[in-house]
């Protein structure tokens, strides 16, 4: 969701004339190395966590069944291993 505002306001910028394409190019690099950089720093520190509050409230709520919490590397894992 992030990404999709990052290429609007972007777009938005080169269309109305406020910077050139290569300014835009240039500042969404400099942030996505910057951003890659923090997570590999702090490890991805909330998104275990925001998995598992949203596991919890699932659960809470009856929407999920009771199992625990599946991490963002074992859902690649298992999608690698399917396709494979």
């Known amino acids: 969701m992030a990404a999709a505002i990052a290429a609007e306001v972007a777009g938005a910028c080169v269309y109305v004339g406020v910077h050139y394409v290569t300014d835009v190019l240039a ?7 910057g951003g890659g950089i923090a997570w590999l720093a702090l490890g991805a520190p909330g998104v275990s966590r925001l998995l598992a509050l949203g596991d919890a409230a699932l659960q809470t ?13 074992q859902l690649f ?3 690698i291993q ?3």
């Open 77 to 79: 894992t298992i999608w």
């Open 61 to 73: 709520a009856r929407l999920r069944p009771g199992r625990p919490a599946v991490r963002p590397l």
């Open 27 to 33: 500042g969404l690099g400099i942030g996505a190395a």
């Open 82 to 84: 399917e396709i494979y």
